[in-house]
């Protein structure tokens, strides 16, 4: 994923027709928010990957078992 902080991917997010506030995706990320469709596509647009992508768990640094983001 790209280094980019809360207020520069909700920028992203509203230029891509789907506004977002640097705190809905805050809330998002603590699992305070639901994250719906429209979101996730919005997301992995601003972010360059695919919607898979974020929802698929990460690899941990040994390779041998995976963490959920």
């Given at each position: 994923m790209r280094?980019?902080?809360?207020?520069?991917?909700?920028?992203?997010?509203?230029?891509?027709?789907?506004?977002?506030?640097?705190?809905?995706?805050?809330?998002?990320e603590r699992a305070r928010r639901r994250c719906d469709v429209d979101?996730?596509?919005?997301?992995?647009t601003a972010l360059g990957v695919s919607p898979t992508t974020l929802l698929l768990p990460l690899p941990s640094v040994s390779g041998n078992d995976w963490r959920g983001c």
């Open positions: 280094s980019l902080t809360q207020h520069q991917l909700a920028a992203r997010c509203t230029a891509l027709g789907r506004p977002m506030a640097n705190t809905a995706l805050s809330r998002t979101d996730l596509v919005a997301l992995a």
